[in-house]
């Protein structure tokens, strides 16, 4: 029993953490106390589609079926891309800088002051679901990529973040953005624990 325990643990430790660096080490971010955060989902793949194109279509062609006339469809995909900024990303940076004692590391878009650019680079999304009497968390894949800002060729470290899980409690997120945010907000104490881990 306590090795079935012990092999679950190591599981979930697997999932919650990144694989192995693909770039770098992560001890290289030792004593960076500022990250300036770019976020990219350029050619990210949406769960059971070739395409972000095709997701995309998939679900807007559901909805001027079943409801004609009324611009369901393209309200969807404008609100499919305005989440990243409005949901996503807030979500992210809340999520990472909580994670340090006394603000001793802070994250944030634009954030002129840093000299290193932290690069989050989402490649894989799950949308999961939400229909009241059943439900599924959904779930990003994000490579994780710290450079020099004056110098991007000068990668300290990049990584995969797999799987990152995101629920809300009470059952509020009914609504694919909010629930993907959640899997930025994941993602990013991910990230952090890592760092704190393992860059010492």
Known sequence: MKKLLLVAVL??????????????????LKGISEYNLVFDYENVKVHKFDTEEEFLKDKMDKREKKHPGEGRGEKFKKSWFADRENLYEPKFIESFNKRFDNQSVKADKGLESAKHTMLVKTTWIYPG???GIQKSPSKVTATIKVYETANP????????????PGATFGGGDFN???RIAES??????????YIIKKAK
Do not use: C, H, P
């Open 11 to 28: 599981m979930a430790t697997s999932i919650t953490f990144a694989q192995k660096a693909t770039e770098g080490k992560i001890k290289n």
């Open 176 to 178: 694919s953005g909010i």
């Open 153 to 164: 060729d000068n990668v300290l470290y990049s990584g995969v973040f797999k799987n990152q």
């Open 184 to 193: 930025y907000a994941k993602l990013a104490k991910s990230v952090a624990k």
């Open 129 to 131: 679901y939400n229909i």
